[in-house]
């Protein structure tokens, strides 16, 4: 008797716990409607609050936790170094991290890498904005705009010290790198740099080849390459005539996706072997 007492208090326990925890489940996913709805009319701080109730009342609910990141990251203003602002791109990628770490599909986990990846960059944490885009491009091995991230990262990694470096000599922007001690320290800090930021926008156009941007900061990388060669002016100019070229298909690109659009933005119909509709690329 006492053993079947026993037994029965258990399981009106085990009923008990199951009947609170569906309940909170329900509570989490109304928190989390509140939450959206508020997010979508830039209420930010209020739908921060909600979606934190509900990641309280429901730690496994996913989609809680992207949209508490993504609120936290909507509300950081680049530039801005002040505390409360640090504070909120910090909070951002923290959350951003727990998804990434918490073993998702992987259209959420790279949500939050690049997440992670654009925050840093705008934080101008450049080295670690590059693992994270290096990471997404491992997780997504096809995705162009990783690429083209790093490329941006390692040639702003290399440009900035060597304009520091130029306006230190007195140069004006345009006049050519004589210097030959500061273009050979330049050269062997930056050249590693100037190599993958290249090899990776060629990769982005390779996946996407009417990549526009990417054509742009190929241009900027032979530029950059180009000031250091320094001891080898027919090698410059060769590469001054490549980052012509990467001009030129720049404006041609951009040119055409002009003309294929309609003034209102839509593309025009395309026949081909595709046939159809579709809004225009960016």
């Given at each position: 008797m006492n053993r079947s007492m026993k037994l029965l208090a258990v399981s009106v326990a085990a009923l008990l716990l199951f009947g609170a925890t569906g309940c909170n489940k329900l509570k989490a996913r109304d928190r989390l409607n509140k939450g959206v709805t508020a997010f979508k009319n830039v209420q930010y701080e209020t739908a921060i609050k909600?979606?934190?109730?509900?990641?309280?009342?429901?730690p496994g609910l996913l989609n809680a936790r992207l949209y508490l990141a993504t609120a936290y990251a909507q509300l950081y203003i680049p530039g801005a170094d002040t505390p409360e602002n640090n504070r909120n791109a910090e909070q951002a990628i923290d959350e951003f991290k727990k998804v990434a770490d918490s073993n998702p599909p992987k259209e959420a986990k790279a949500h939050s890498l690049k997440g992670i990846a654009s925050l840093y960059f705008n934080m101008k944490k450049l080295a670690d904005a590059k693992e994270y885009y290096k990471k997404v491009a491992e997780l997504d091995p096809n995705d162009p705009e990783a690429y083209y991230s790093i490329?941006?990262?390692d040639w702003t990694l290399s440009y900035q010290p060597r304009m520091e470096a130029r306006a230190k000599l007195g140069m004006q922007p345009t006049e050519q790198l004589k210097d030959k001690k500061?273009?050979?320290?330049?050269?062997?800090?930056?050249?590693?740099?100037i190599e993958e930021g290249r090899q990776n926008l060629e990769?982005?156009?390779?996946?996407?080849?009417?990549?526009?941007?990417?054509?742009?900061?190929?241009?900027?990388?032979?530029?950059?390459?180009?000031?250091?060669?320094?001891?080898?002016?027919?090698?410059?100019?060769?590469?001054?005539?490549?980052?012509?070229?990467w001009v030129d298909k720049t404006m041609a690109t951009k040119k055409a996706k002009a003309e294929k659009a309609s003034p209102g933005g839509i593309v025009l119909e395309q026949t081909g072997s595709g046939g159809g509709t579709g809004?225009?690329?960016k």
């Open positions: 909600n979606f934190s109730e509900a990641i309280a009342l429901d490329g941006v990262i500061v273009c050979d320290q330049l050269r062997t800090a930056n050249m590693d740099k990769k982005a156009l390779q996946l996407r080849q009417d990549y526009d941007d990417a054509m742009a900061y190929l241009n900027l990388v032979y530029r950059e390459e180009a000031d250091l060669t320094c001891n080898d002016p027919a090698k410059r100019q060769e590469l001054l005539k490549l980052a012509d070229t809004e225009q690329q």
